[in-house]
């Protein structure tokens, strides 16, 4: 049974760094065609895809916001760790973990986490 | 980045009745390996979205057959052909034949008259 839960705060304060952990169960990070992302949704807004790192530990990052990420994981843990620099109160969302298995459903998301909602805040 | 754009934006359905939802994409999503990177997802009112569609017209596992995916190219639809209550939410299509990044359509909320 695959799960993914994503852990991290629920109130930043502008400028400070977030630091968002997805713990996976199910599956693992070093399965050839396996990878992880991080997609975050405004509320009442659209999804948005964020970072993704794959088996291989090969890193994308968001055209837009990938000087703010860092997107890493730690196979023995079953973990990925997503931080964002310099919040914003236009950052506040609610931010999904998702995985990919390239041999189940291509380049499709299959398992969603149940997403964090992070507001951002002084 | 590749834009997608969807339409209607919002969508009203009897029950028992079609659905069409067309989603259009700024570039070909079709790769040289023959394979065409566009998704559907649901997202249903407070859940997490889920993966209804992958690769233009396949169903992911449990899917209902209602739901039906097509298309090539730029243009695509994804078609409910009995709409049923528990369909209600927000659709969204998706590319991932460019990285970075994979980019979302805007959505289309679905609801029951």
């Known amino acids: 049974q695959v799960t993914l839960r994503e852990s991290g705060p629920a109130l930043v304060k502008p400028t400070q760094t977030l630091t968002l952990t997805c713990t996976f169960s199910g599956f693992s990070l070093s399965t050839s065609g396996m990878c992880v992302s991080w997609v975050r949704q405004p509320p009442g807004k659209a999804l948005e895809w964020l970072a993704l790192?794959?088996?291989?530990?090969?890193?994308y990052y968001s055209t837009s916001l990938k000087t703010r990420l860092t997107i890493s994981k730690d196979t023995s843990k079953n973990q990925v760790v997503l931080t964002m620099t310099n919040m914003d109160p236009v950052d506040t969302a609610t931010y999904y973990c998702?995985?990919?298995?390239?041999?189940?459903?291509?380049?499709?998301?299959?398992?969603w986490g149940q997403g964090t909602l992070v507001t951002v805040s002084s | 980045d590749i834009v997608m754009t969807q339409t209607p934006l919002s969508l009203s359905v009897t029950p028992g009745q079609p659905a069409s939802i067309s989603c259009k994409s700024s570039?070909?999503?079709?790769?040289?390996?023959?394979?065409?990177?566009l998704y559907w997802y649901l997202q249903k009112p407070g859940q997490s979205p889920q993966l209804l569609i992958y690769?233009?017209?396949n169903r992911f596992s449990g899917v209902p057959d209602r739901f039906s995916g097509s298309g090539s190219g730029t243009d695509f639809t994804l078609k409910i052909s009995r709409v049923e209550a528990e369909d209600v939410g927000v659709y969204y299509c998706?590319?991932?034949?460019?990285?970075?990044?994979?980019?979302f359509g805007p959505g289309t909320k679905v609801d029951i008259k």
């Open positions: 570039q070909s999503l079709l790769h040289s390996d023959g394979k065409t990177y």
């Open positions: 998702a995985r990919m298995n390239l041999a189940v459903a291509g380049k499709g998301f299959d398992y």
């Open positions: 690769e233009v017209s």
């Open positions: 998706m590319q991932s034949i460019q990285l970075p990044p994979f980019t």
């Open positions: 790192i794959d088996w291989d530990d090969d890193k």
